[in-house]
């Protein structure tokens, strides 16, 4: 099945981006199609680079860079929502793109199932 | 946008259900989510937008919004309509719980039961709620 995702939530206030991390994953290690991942709302922090958590805790723009590059999972931040966030192409994180909300209605149009993240 | 549309429109017309369900303000879901609507409708695709739970104030009128600080967007609703976003709807049970009527609200909307949005909702392709 072909999945679009849309993650609402930032990744420290809500465990929102962690489940859809752990969605995407989940989908394609059982051979799913994961057409794109939309960052909306606070969703777009998950894209900064310059977020250092601590040690022990795990790193979501990181993992999520990792799942691009061994996926090629598109990861697009909404362009609107960014730059309110001061989220700007210096500070992506490698991985991420940022473009239109069109982007987001373009994966509903074409995944046979969108799903959202967060409240 | 990488698809293109011929001069017949979209390709692909899915059902969009927006589920409108938190106050204008407090939180950013609202006028965020308003944003995308706007955008599904560029891409004229068949677009229902839901207002249910606290997100019936959105469309309260005489909103005043200065004390909050906030832009006060509810003025952009009416602006729907140019946008050829018209399926508007309200959960008759958010209304009046918060004491409010069709007479209250800064465009026209059609009420519908619980029930009734329930079904409404079960034929959706697509649904975005905040």
């Given at each position: ?37 939309f960052?909306?709302?606070?969703g777009v ?26 996926h ?11 730059l ?7 500070i992506l994180?490698?991985?991420f ?13 074409v ?9 | ?7 017949d ?6 059902r969009?259900m ?24 560029a ?6 937008v839901?207002?249910?739970d606290?997100?019936?104030y959105q ?7 200065k004390?909050?600080?906030?832009k ?8 729907l ?19 409010l009527?069709?007479e ?6 059609e ?6 949005l ?13």
């Amino acid at each position: 099945m072909k999945f679009g995702i849309l993650v609402n939530e930032g990744p420290f206030q809500h465990q929102a981006s962690d489940s859809a991390y752990l969605f995407t994953k989940a989908a394609l290690e059982k051979g799913h199609e994961i057409y794109r991942v939309f960052f909306y709302y606070d969703g777009v922090n998950n894209a900064n680079k310059l977020s250092e958590p601590q040690a022990d805790d795990r790193d979501l723009v990181k993992l999520w860079s990792a799942l691009a590059e061994e996926h090629k999972v598109d990861l697009v931040v909404c362009v609107a929502a960014a730059l309110r966030r001061g989220i700007k192409d210096d500070i992506l994180a490698p991985g991420f793109r940022i473009s239109g909300l069109g982007q987001l209605i373009e994966s509903g149009i074409v995944a046979d199932r969108q799903i959202t993240f967060g409240d | 946008m990488e698809e293109e549309w011929d001069e017949d429109g979209p390709e692909v017309v899915k059902r969009f259900m927006y589920v409108n369900r938190k106050a204008p303000y407090g939180t950013v879901y609202a006028l965020e989510m308003l944003e995308k609507v706007l955008i599904a409708a560029a891409f004229e695709q068949d677009v229902h937008v839901v207002f249910m739970d606290d997100g019936v104030y959105q469309l309260k009128k005489e909103q005043e919004t200065k004390g909050v600080n906030m832009k006060n967007f509810s003025p952009t609703f009416r602006a729907l309509e140019g946008y050829d976003v018209e399926k508007l709807y309200v959960e008759k049970e958010s209304l009046e719980a918060r004491g409010l009527t069709v007479e209250d609200l800064v465009v026209p909307v059609e009420v519908l039961s619980s029930d009734d949005l329930k079904s409404l909702m079960s034929k959706q392709e697509v649904i975005l709620t905040a």
